[in-house]
Nanobody
């Protein structure tokens, strides 16, 4: 059962910025703080991949391709998570998803369900 809703995507020129949001809903809303979370993306013709993760203690980790450009954060008081994306490149074009669990999950295949995601397109 999907309980995360992504938003904030759009069309941006190379070098531009976007801020994605992920909102917890349903039964997860009140216990969001004990979920390890991650942002994932899937480009056309490619497998879904982990972009960034944040633990319950706010320790963060990033894919090499986005280090120094993306910043993941969370606000447990609002049961939300964000991904600030700067200096966007055409290769960042993908549908971005958020997901999480009581364990830190790095393999997207481990999740039984996903939200609709939010489309990010980087193009001039």
């Amino acid at each position: 059962q999907v309980q995360f809703v992504e938003s904030g995507g759009g069309l941006v020129q190379p070098g531009g910025s976007l801020r994605l949001s992920c909102a917890a809903s349903g039964s997860i809303f009140s216990i969001f703080g004990i979920y390890h979370m991650g942002w994932y993306r899937q480009a056309p013709g490619k497998q879904r991949e982990l972009v960034a993760s944040i633990t319950t203690g706010s320790n963060t980790n990033y894919a090499d391709s986005v280090k120094g450009r993306f910043t993941i954060s969370r606000d447990n008081t609002k049961s939300t998570m964000h991904l600030q994306m700067n200096n966007l490149k055409p290769e960042d074009t993908a549908v971005y998803y958020c997901n999480g669990g009581l364990l830190l999950i790095t393999d997207p295949k481990a999740f039984p369900s996903w939200g609709q995601g939010t489309q990010v397109t980087v193009s001039s």
